[in-house]
Each structure stands twice: as C-alpha cells, then as structure tokens.
C-alpha cells in the first residue's frame, strides 16, 4: 500500500524513502538482505502499476471538471493577466499638486512623511519639465509623472491631486535633454545592494523608475534588492545614463553565462541536508527529506536568501528551459525503466487492485479540491490547475497543463503548494513503513 499511495500521487521521492526507511529499519532488526530485497522489490512493483493512472487521472480530472463547469479558459486567462496587473506591477500616474499640506515642500520631506512606494520620474512647473532631486519643492499646480503600483494610486491621489490627461510623449517634447533607456544590471558585486545603496540620483542625475525582473514591472522601490538579470529603467541625461551604464555591467554577453556553481552547490549542499535524521517525538526510527525534499528546501532557501547575501543565482532562461526539460524527461524515463520489467506480472499477480486502490487515491481527493476550490472558493482555472498537480508533486501533468492551455501561471501556484506536498509525502512514506513494522 506504500508503493501504491506512492504511484498514485506520483511521488518517487517518497517511494525511495521508504525503501531506504524499510532497508534501515529491518538492519536494525536483524531481518535477513534477501527479504529486505524481496520487500523492496514488491514496494516498486505496487508503485509502478499504480503510476500511470497517476498521471493519467490527473489529466482526466483537469480535462472532465473543465467541461463539467464549463470554463472558458481564454476569458479566466485574461482575467488573471488583468488581476496580475493591478497588483505590484509598475503603472505610470501623471497628476496635478492640488494638496496644500504639501505646498512648498521638498520632495524629500513628503517621501519621508508619506511613504517611498513610488517613484517622481519628472515634475514640470511653469510648463517646464525638469529631474526632480531630493531638494525639489512643489508648488500648486504642478505636473508629476509618477512610478506606482496599482494598489497605490488611490492613496496618491489623495496625497497629490487628481490624475491629469497627459501622456509620456508630452514630457519628452517639452524637455529634450532627457532620454529613457533600460540597462541591465550584469555586475555581480551589485547583487544584495538595494536602489538606495546605488546612489545613482545623487551621483549621476540618474532616477531609476521600474525594475523588470523575469518579465515582471516592479516599482523602483529604494529598499528594492538588485539582482543580477534585472532591468533598470532609467531617465536622466543621455550622457549620464552612459556613466550608470558602465557602472551597472549593461553587458548582454555576460547574461549568456550561466551561474553553474550555486546550483551545483545548491544540489550537494540539498543531498547532504536531505541525508540528515530527523527524529520525532513518539517516531521510533530517524525521518530523512531525502534526495528530493532536501534539495527542494535548500532551492527555496537560497532562492529567498541568495541575492540578499550575494550569491547570484541568476540563470538564462533558455538554460532554465533545457534543465527543465530534459529532468523530465530523465525522470520519466528512469520510472519506466524501473518498473518496467514487473509491470504485467505485478498485474497479473493481483495487481489489477492495486490499480483500483491507486484511482481512488489519485481521484477521490482531487475531484474534493477541485469542486471545492471551484466552488467555495472562487479560485481561477489556472490556480486550481496548478494545486492539483503541486499537490500530487506532478510535473508531467504541469508540462501538460502549459502546453494545453497556453501559460504559466499554473507553474506559479504549483510552486507555491508543491514544497509542503513533497516533504509530507516523503514523511508519510517512512511513517507508514516505521508504524508497520514497529
């Protein structure tokens, strides 16, 4: 039943937990090699006859329950690129200084009393457009164009005035002097500093007012950490940009390099985390994350902490892609072959229950969710996509997923809910070999 629950969440990192959990324990006992191997064998034989249906109800529940709530996925898609825009994505505010508790202040005052969730890109006063520097006052009447998140233009509103018909095309033929170009950032030393710790205003008249990463807008926010691969965009004096330019790397070929040596460092340093015992109240046998969960927690660690201790992690994402891709197709290739070879005689064994006993817990709890995130929850089609196949620790069907219906966004929720599903999967495995033999 633990090579079975196994396959059918397809989980292969739990399976071998539980091989080397079943190894260990009958050492300890004093169990002879060939009925451990015999054990072992049988525990990949039930995983690989309840695989398939595995993959394969996953698919058919995405598939039955899409037509059955009769979704269009273009329309949710749409909608979720919308709802994605309206959160930290950059949005550009042109507005009118029409609050008196803000007259003849500088401009440095009013971010430190009010906040620095955007960025004055230029302020124009008289009909002339000028860079705003800290020391800039603002007088009634005048013009910003303003960086900001979605969520933070009501709150501008308030603080400045009301947004006025104003295009960016209009400041650029008032004030000739100043270019917007975007630079990317290619010198590692600056990975960890934040758009404060740059000093790029107050150095080269520079102000940077987005920052793309990964296709992402983010506002330039001063406490917003740089890394490697990031996008600057950048308004300021041609001449200027040039020097800031030189400063930040801005070089394409570099790009093309990829960081090898933190993902190596991130696998060896997994697998000997993974390795590590861990003991549990009331367990009576040592717990391990194994070769998976351990360099999945150790991927999230340094994902988080990377760039804040300067490690580059940045990675070209045709390389992302490649890795990708062909770990999968290692992966399902390595489960083929292993279990191949007792596949039909698992079957007729006896295994046709194993195979009843896998759909049931492949598709019991996943039609559950489904219904109920649909349902009670609200949730989008792409976000429930991504639940079902992070839950069952899935990547097959999340390369179906994409490629059926055409985004990403699954990959984002899978992310997100596919840490927790893997280590209680690999947890559960070892307990349930640990309480059957204790």
């Known amino acids: ?201 107050s150095a080269f008249g520079v102000s940077v007012t987005r920052v793309i990463r990964a296709g992402v807008e983010l506002v330039a926010r001063p406490t917003l950490y740089i890394q490697v691969g990031d996008g600057l965009m950048c308004v300021g004096p041609e001449q200027n940009i040039e020097q800031v330019a030189a400063k930040v790397g801005n070089s394409n070929d570099a790009l093309n390099k990829p960081n090898l040596v933190p993902i190596f460092l991130g696998i060896v340093v997994g697998v000997i985390f993974g390795s590590i015992p861990m003991r549990f109240p009331g367990v009576p046998q040592a717990i391990k994350l194994g070769l998976a969960g351990g360099p999945l927690i150790i991927a999230i660690l340094l994902g988080h902490f990377g760039p804040k201790y300067k490690i580059t992690t940045y990675t070209t994402t045709s390389a992302n892609l490649m890795i990708r891709e062909i770990g999968i197709s290692l992966f399902l290739a390595a489960v083929g072959i292993g279990a191949g070879s007792n596949f039909w005689s698992s079957i007729v064994g006896g295994g046709y229950w194993w195979i009843l006993y896998g759909a049931l817990i492949t598709l019991v709890p996943l039609c559950i969710t489904f219904i109920v995130a649909r349902a009670a929850c609200h949730l989008n089609f792409y976000q429930i996509c991504g639940l079902i196949t992070g839950s069952c620790t899935n990547p097959p069907v999340l390369a179906f997923a994409q490629g059926m219906y055409g985004s990403d966004f699954t990959s984002v929720n899978y992310a997100t809910v596919y840490p927790l599903s893997m280590f209680m999967r690999v947890l559960v495995a070892q307990l349930l070999i640990v309480f059957a033999l204790g």
């Open 1 to 201: 039943m633990v090579g079975v629950m196994s396959g059918a969440v397809t989980n292969t990192p739990g399976l071998g937990a539980a091989q080397q959990t079943f190894a260990d324990v009958s050492a300890a006992s004093g169990s002879s090699v060939l009925a451990a191997g015999a054990a072992s064998e049988k525990l990949a034989s039930a995983y690989a006859v309840a695989y398939p249906m595995g993959v394969i109800g996953v698919i058919m529940v995405i598939v039955l329950f899409k037509a059955l709530f009769k979704i269009d996925h273009r329309k949710e898609l749409h909608e979720l690129e919308e709802q994605e825009g309206a959160g930290e994505h950059a949005r550009r505010m042109h507005v009118a200084v029409e609050n008196p508790a803000i007259f003849g202040k500088k401009l440095f005052d009013v971010v430190r009393d009010f906040g620095d969730d955007f960025v004055v890109s230029r302020v124009m006063h008289d009909d002339e457009v000028s860079f705003p520097t800290a020391d800039t006052v603002l007088h009634e009447g005048d013009k910003l164009l303003l960086v900001t998140s979605q969520g933070e233009v009501d709150r501008l509103r308030i603080l400045f005035g009301e947004e006025v018909p104003l295009h960016v095309q209009d400041w650029k033929e008032k004030d000739h002097t100043m270019v917007t170009r975007r630079i990317v950032v290619t010198n590692s030393k600056l990975t960890g500093k934040t758009i404060k710790d740059l000093r790029l205003r």
